[in-house]
C-alpha cells in the first residue's frame, strides 16, 4: 500500500511504544519481519507497513485491519528486526486496543475464538475442548464444523466428556476478576 | 533429578499420548515429576491478544506455587513454556509489572523460578550418554525430520535453548536413538498453531508446505515436541491431503513416543494408537515390534 507522510499524528506511536516497553520510531523498514512473517501472504498490509502506519499515529487505520488478527504470534518477526523492535508486541498492543474499543468484528471468527478460550478457562481454569467447540460452533452457526474430527477425538480418548474441578477453581476465578478490575488502568 | 511439572490443558487433552509417554519415559529415565498442585490455564494464545496484565497474571500464579516448592519447572508444551518463560522475563526486567501482577495475585513472587522444556531437560540435562545406554531398541532406517516450530525457539533471546533458526537437538536425539533425521529448511517455520479452529485455511496451507518439504526431502515420519505442532501436522493431515490433492501418510510423532520405542517400552505405554496417522506399518517396517 502507499504511505504518504501528510495525515499524522505522535499520540498513537507514543502509546503503542509505551505498551510495548520500547520506542517503535526506531523501526526503519527494512522489511525483514515482512519477509519472514508466514502469513503475510494472506495480509491486506503487511507487518512493516503496520509498523508505519503506528509511527504516523494512523491508529483508526491499523486497528481496523485483518493483519493484526492474523498475527500467529510466531514471534519470527521479533527474532530478526535488526533494530530489536518487537513486532509481535505491537501486535498483541494493538489487538488489546481493538479488543478494549470493541473493534473485533473484522476478523470475527478468529477474534470469536479468543474470547471464548477465556471464558472457558475462566469458567474450569483449564481449556475444555469439548466446551470451546461447542460454543464456537454453536456462536458461528456452524454446528457439524470439524465433526468427523470430533468423533476421531473421541474414540481415542483425546477429547473429555467431562473433567475433574481444578483444586483452587474459586480462588483462581477470584484472580481473574481482579484482573478485569484493573483492565485499561495500563501494563 | 526433580522438577515441578506443569502440564498445560492439551496434555490432559487432545495431547494425552504425550502425557502417557512422558510417564513411560521419565520412569525409565528416574526422572521424578511433581504436578503444581491446582495448576490452571497458562493463557495460551488468547490472553496476551486480549489484556496486557492477564498473560502474565495467568502463568505468575502457577509460578508462584513452583517457587514454593524450590523446583525448577518443566513443560512439555510449547505455549506453555514460551509464555512462562516470557512472564518471568517480564517479572524480573520490570518492577512496575511485578508490582502490578502481585497486587492482583496477592503474592510477592520475585520472578526467579527457572522455567525449562522438556526437551532441554532430556538432552541438555539428562544427556545423550545417559541415554544411550539404557537403549534396547535400534531406529535404525528410519528417516525423520525433526520439527521444532515456533514457541521454544523464539524470541530467541529469552526462551531458546539451541540454535533459535536451525536447532538440532532432536535431530541428536534421533541419532543417538540410531534413526536417521534429514536436513531440510523448515525446521522453525511456523505451522499457523492456535488457528487450527478459528482460520483453518491458513493452518491447512502452513502445514501443507511442512508436510510437502519433509516428504520430498525423504523424511517417513515427523517427530515434534509441541502439542499445537503435532495436533495440526497429524490431525489435519487428513484434511490437508483432500484440499491439496497430496498424499503423505506421514506419522507425527511425539519426540518421548520414538524415545520410549528405543527404550524399549510398548506400544500402550507411549499412547501410539492415539496418533491420527497410523505409525505401525513403518514401524513394523524398520523391525520395530512393539
Redesign the interface.
Known amino acids: 500500500m502507499k504511505i504518504t507522510l501528510g495525515d499524522h499524528s505522535r499520540v498513537f506511536g507514543k502509546k503503542i511504544s509505551d505498551?510495548i516497553?520500547q520506542n517503535i520510531d526506531g523501526c526503519y523498514q527494512c522489511g525483514k519481519c515482512t519477509a519472514g512473517c508466514?502469513?503475510a501472504?494472506?495480509m491486506e498490509v503487511p507487518p512493516h507497513e503496520v509498523i508505519r502506519l503506528v509511527q504516523l499515529g494512523r491508529e483508526e487505520e491499523a486497528l481496523a485491519l485483518h493483519t493484526i488478527w492474523?498475527c500467529?504470534?510466531?514471534?519470527?518477526c521479533?527474532?530478526r528486526c535488526p533494530k530489536n523492535i518487537?513486532v509481535?508486541a505491537a501486535m498483541?498492543?494493538l489487538?488489546?486496543l481493538a479488543?478494549r474499543q470493541g473493534q473485533t468484528g473484522v476478523?470475527k471468527?478468529?477474534t470469536?475464538?479468543?474470547?471464548l478460550?477465556?471464558k472457558v478457562?475462566e469458567r474450569f481454569?483449564?481449556?475444555?475442548?469439548l466446551q470451546l467447540?461447542g460454543r464456537?460452533n454453536l456462536l458461528t452457526l456452524n454446528p457439524l464444523k470439524?465433526w468427523r474430527?470430533g468423533r476421531?477425538?473421541l474414540a481415542?480418548?483425546?477429547?473429555?466428556l467431562t473433567?475433574p474441578p481444578?483444586?483452587?477453581?474459586q480462588e483462581?476465578q477470584e484472580?481473574?476478576k481482579?484482573?478485569l478490575a484493573?483492565?485499561g488502568e495500563?501494563? | 533429578m526433580k522438577y515441578a511439572y506443569y502440564p498445560g490443558?492439551?496434555l490432559?487433552?487432545?495431547?494425552?499420548?504425550y502425557q502417557q509417554s512422558i510417564d513411560s519415559v521419565f520412569k525409565k529415565l528416574s526422572i521424578e515429576l511433581e504436578e503444581i498442585?491446582?495448576?490452571?490455564?497458562c493463557?495460551?494464545?488468547?490472553?496476551?491478544?486480549?489484556?496486557?496484565?492477564?498473560p502474565?497474571?495467568l502463568p505468575a500464579?502457577d509460578l508462584l506455587q513452583a517457587e514454593k516448592m524450590g523446583l525448577e519447572v518443566l513443560a512439555p508444551c510449547a505455549a506453555c513454556y514460551n509464555r512462562m518463560r516470557l512472564t518471568t522475563h517480564k517479572l524480573r526486567e520490570?518492577a512496575e509489572?511485578r508490582r502490578?501482577v502481585n497486587q492482583?495475585?496477592r503474592s510477592d513472587y520475585e520472578g526467579k523460578v527457572k522455567v525449562r522444556h522438556i526437551s532441554d531437560v532430556v538432552v541438555n540435562e539428562y544427556g545423550l550418554e545417559a541415554i544411550a545406554k539404557l537403549l534396547v531398541k535400534d531406529l535404525k532406517g528410519l528417516k525423520v525430520a525433526c520439527y521444532y516450530g515456533?514457541?521454544s525457539?523464539?524470541?530467541?533471546k529469552i526462551v531458546a535453548f539451541d540454535d533459535?533458526v536451525y536447532p538440532s537437538y532432536l535431530d541428536r536425539l534421533i541419532q543417538t536413538l540410531g534413526g536417521e533425521a534429514i536436513e531440510w529448511p523448515f525446521k522453525t517455520?511456523?505451522c499457523?498453531?492456535?488457528?487450527s479452529?478459528?482460520?483453518k485455511d491458513?493452518v491447512l496451507?502452513?502445514t501443507h508446505d511442512l508436510l510437502d518439504m519433509a516428504q520430498d526431502l525423504g523424511a517417513e515420519a515427523i517427530v515434534v515436541d509441541c502439542p499445537l505442532c503435532q495436533f495440526n501436522l497429524d490431525?489435519r493431515q487428513e484434511e490437508v491431503e483432500k484440499k491439496y490433492g497430496a498424499h503423505f501418510a506421514l506419522p507425527v510423532f511425539y519426540f518421548t513416543q520414538l524415545l520410549g520405542v528405543g527404550l524399549g517400552l510398548r506400544g500402550e505405554e507411549l499412547g501410539l494408537?492415539?496418533l491420527?496417522v497410523d505409525p505401525f506399518a513403518l514401524l513394523e517396517k524398520k523391525n520395530l515390534r512393539i
Not at chain 1, 500467529?72 to 519470527?76: D, L, M, N, Q
Not at chain 1, 481454569?125 to 475442548?129: P, T, Y
Not at chain 2, 525457539?153 to 530467541?156: F, H, K, L, S, T
Request: charged letters at 25%; proline letters at 3%.
Open positions: 505498551m516497553g508466514p502469513i501472504y494472506a492474523l500467529a504470534s510466531c514471534e519470527t521479533t527474532s518487537d509481535a498483541d498492543a489487538r488489546v479488543f476478523e471468527e478468529i470469536l475464538f479468543h474470547k478460550f477465556l478457562i481454569g483449564r481449556v475444555n475442548d467447540m464456537y470439524d474430527l476421531k477425538l481415542k480418548g483425546k477429547l473429555k473433567t481444578v483444586k483452587g477453581l483462581f484472580i481473574i481482579r484482573v484493573k483492565r495500563g501494563a | 490443558c492439551s490432559h487433552s487432545t495431547a494425552s499420548d498442585e491446582g495448576w490452571t490455564c493463557g495460551a494464545s488468547a490472553a496476551h491478544v486480549t489484556d496486557d496484565l492477564l502474565l497474571v500464579k520490570n509489572l502490578k492482583i495475585l515456533c514457541l525457539a523464539r524470541p530467541q533459535p517455520e511456523c499457523g498453531g492456535s488457528f479452529v478459528s482460520k491458513v496451507k502452513l490431525f494408537k492415539k491420527n
